[in-house]
């Protein structure tokens, strides 16, 4: 691993009582997450369907959700291996919520090896730094992802089944989710096979009792570690993989339908007033919810489409895009903006308008491939959740641990993967 910080820097605001926060705060977000799933059903919005009409990428995934639909296909078993990330808005001295992944939600298993690495360092050099160990919280992620597949594959009943993990065929974050499946097979002795999009339609088939076979092995469960970008279908093959999937009995990490819930449109529709409370009844549930939430428009709002094109650097102009690198910022924000007024309306029903979040800035020190570089760094907090029901069971319902990411202030990006932040881990003051 590559990517590495070597010191802590205390962080105010966080306080011991952030983990009580996001617990309550994950566990709305769950609840919301099934109902949204579940009454919601994504083909009742309509600005779901506008999105449909006007994003390809996202259109085939609604087309293939439709499909399920008219099917009466039941998902009994449903899983998900969530992320909600935060940023910590100076001004506000609010954590807002920068998105919601409901897919191949990423780090579970470095994130665990960079806080051991942390505490380890601070117990060696602690003393001079003047840091204590103990305040990096434990972080639980892969082993309660761990945990929450091994119940999914439970709830299955199959003991000769795999968890299949989808990985993309170039994939660079391969050793996390190697990790996440050492810990299935060591501690909970379920077997996992890697296979891309393209490899599951050549050797996959679903059976008529809806078993889906793939490479003659039974798979219990479907983990996503790829099919969220437009990138991992290059062809017809990898959309036929996604469709067999969808139409068998293995259980889905997402399905179809969790996946669309975290699109950054779904994200923007429940900020609307009074759409919280078609999916939560506890108005406690909904304040704290809601209290999380920056502002989110669409680009039908005139108001923000006009303060966006006056003030750019206040928001970020988001396209339906998962993956990192996607966003527009600044003098492009207005750019786009002119260019979707020109292309006509349609267009721009793909995008999202968000307030810009601006978190304290202060110097860090980073690590990525080996060079340290010290920098005014902000960084972005990740909740990891782990969502599982068999037919009205509620199973597994909990936060699981945390990623902690870091990024020079300058960069408005903040993937690692995708090359903008690294690593790092919480430390409580
Ligand atoms: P993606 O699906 O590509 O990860 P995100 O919504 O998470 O999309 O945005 C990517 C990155 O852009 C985030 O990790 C964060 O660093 C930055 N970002 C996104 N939204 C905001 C915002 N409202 N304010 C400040 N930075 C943001
Ligand atoms: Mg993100």
């Keep these: 691993?590559?990517?590495?910080?070597?010191?802590?820097?205390?962080?105010?605001?966080?306080?011991?009582?952030?983990a009580t926060f996001l617990r309550d705060c994950w566990r709305s977000w769950s609840m919301m997450l099934w109902f949204g799933a579940l009454s919601m059903g994504l083909s009742s919005g309509t600005r779901a369907s506008r999105t449909k009409e006007v994003d390809a990428f996202t259109s085939r995934l609604l087309d293939i959700h439709s499909k399920i639909l008219e099917t009466n296909k039941t998902e009994d078993i449903r899983l998900g291996l969530h992320r909600s990330d935060y940023m910590l808005d100076a001004e506000a001295n609010l954590l807002f919520q920068i998105e919601l992944n409901t897919i191949s939600s990423s780090f579970p298993?470095?994130?665990?090896?960079?806080?051991?690495?942390?505490?380890?360092?601070?117990?060696?050099?602690?003393?001079?730094?003047?840091?204590d160990s103990r305040r990096v919280p434990g972080n639980t992620a892969v082993s309660r992802y761990a945990e929450a597949l091994?119940?999914?594959?439970?709830?299955?009943?199959?003991?000769?089944?795999?968890v299949m993990v989808v990985v993309q065929t170039e994939e660079h974050n391969m050793y996390d989710q190697h990790w996440l499946c050492t810990l299935l097979r060591e501690i909970h002795g379920v077997a996992s096979v890697r296979k891309t999009l393209a490899e599951i339609d050549a050797?996959?088939?679903?059976?008529?009792?809806?078993n889906l076979l793939v490479g003659g092995q039974t798979v219990a469960v479907v983990y996503f570690r790829a099919g969220y970008s437009p990138n991992d279908y290059p062809s017809q093959s990898e959309w036929r993989a996604r469709l067999l999937m969808e139409q068998s009995n293995a259980i889905k990490c997402p399905s179809i339908s969790y996946h669309l819930v975290g699109t950054k449109k779904i994200q923007q529709e429940l900020a609307k007033p009074n759409v919280l409370e078609r999916f939560l009844e506890n108005e406690d549930d909904i304040a704290k919810l809601r209290k999380c939430f920056a502002g989110l428009w669409n680009l039908e709002n005139a108001d923000a489409v006009k303060s966006a094109m006056e003030r750019p650097e206040f928001f970020v102009l988001k396209p339906q895009r998962e993956g990192g690198g996607n966003n527009i910022y600044g003098d492009n924000i207005r750019e786009t903006l002119i260019r979707l007024q020109q292309d006509g309306s349609e267009q721009a029903a793909a995008y999202?308008?968000?307030?810009?979040?601006?978190?304290?800035?202060?110097?860090a020190y980073?690590?990525?491939?080996?060079?340290?570089?010290?920098?005014?760094?902000?960084?972005?907090?990740?909740?990891?959740?782990?969502?599982?029901r068999n037919k009205d069971k509620a199973i597994?319902?909990?936060?699981?641990?945390?990623l902690m990411r870091t990024k020079v202030s300058s960069s408005n990006e903040g993937g690692v993967a995708a090359g903008f932040a690294v690593l790092d881990s919480i430390y409580l003051t």
């Design 1 to 18: 691993m590559s990517l590495k910080r070597l010191m802590m820097r205390q962080r105010r605001g966080l306080g011991p009582s952030l």
């Design 109 to 131: 298993g470095l994130s665990c090896l960079v806080s051991e690495l942390h505490r380890n360092l601070i117990n060696h050099y602690g003393k001079d730094l003047e840091l």
């Design 150 to 162: 091994a119940k999914a594959w439970n709830e299955y009943n199959n003991s000769s089944a795999v």
């Design 203 to 210: 050797e996959g088939q679903v059976l008529p009792d809806g």
């Design 352 to 363: 999202i308008l968000m307030q810009r979040i601006f978190p304290k800035a202060s110097l």
């Design 366 to 388: 980073l690590v990525r491939k080996g060079i340290c570089r010290q920098d005014h760094a902000i960084s972005e907090l990740g909740i990891y959740g782990a969502y599982l």
């Design 396 to 402: 597994m319902n909990d936060q699981c641990g945390y």
